[in-house]
Structure formats: structure tokens, C-alpha cells
């Protein structure tokens, strides 16, 4: 009995792992010399009560000045984007380029922003 349940760990441990690989990395050089680092996961997504679908994805983003933020993924119209709870910090992205806007006016603080995959 002790094998058994040790192989449904390994397992469940396994999927874990594969779950949390990013499907994407990208570089972006951005305006006024400035570099981001983003690492996009894949999550599952659910239904809204309107019908919408809600993303489940997230991104890890790296700002030029080493700060690292996890951010969700949320309804877009066009492109991909990520944002914190209080959307004080949104990260856009569609095809190779990407900005962020941040603060309570959504000033934008990396623009023109072009990504190359690793």
C-alpha cells in the first residue's frame, strides 16, 4: 500500500511542475533605455455569470529596476492584460510589444516597449 501511494504523489508532484512552466519568455526594450523581463503562465479559464470568459493566466514581470511583480490576467478587448488588484500597475501586451501603466492616472512608464523570446 505504501508503493501506491507513494507513486500518486510523484505524480500529482510531476503535474505540479508542469503546470508552472512558463509557455512563454520574453525581453522587451523599452523607450528611454529601459528593459523588462516577463515570464507568461497559462492558467485556467473560467466563465463570468455574463458569459465572458474570465483569463486565468498570469505573468511574472521584472522591471529595469530588479522589482518583480506577479500579476493576473484580465479581460481584454485587444492584446493580453495583466494587472494588480488595485490596477495601479498594468501590464499590456500584443504580439512583440508591450507597455505599463501605473499609478491611480495609469501614467504609462515603459512605452514602445519590443520583446524578443529566449
Known sequence: MLGKVTVAVAIVVADVALAQAPVAIVQYSCAHGKSLHAEYFDGLTRTAPDGRPIP???????????????????????????????????????????????????????????????
Not at 488588484?85 to 501605473?102: H, I, N, P, R
Open 56 to 118: 486565468g493566466g498570469h505573468v511574472i514581470l521584472t522591471l529595469a529596476d530588479g522589482k518583480k511583480l506577479t500579476l493576473p490576467q484580465t479581460l481584454s478587448a485587444s492584446g493580453i492584460r495583466y494587472a494588480n488588484e488595485g490596477e495601479t500597475l498594468v501590464f499590456w501586451s500584443k504580439g512583440d510589444t508591450a507597455f505599463v501603466e501605473e499609478g491611480p492616472n495609469r501614467t504609462v512608464t515603459y512605452e514602445d516597449c519590443i520583446g524578443g523570446k529566449k
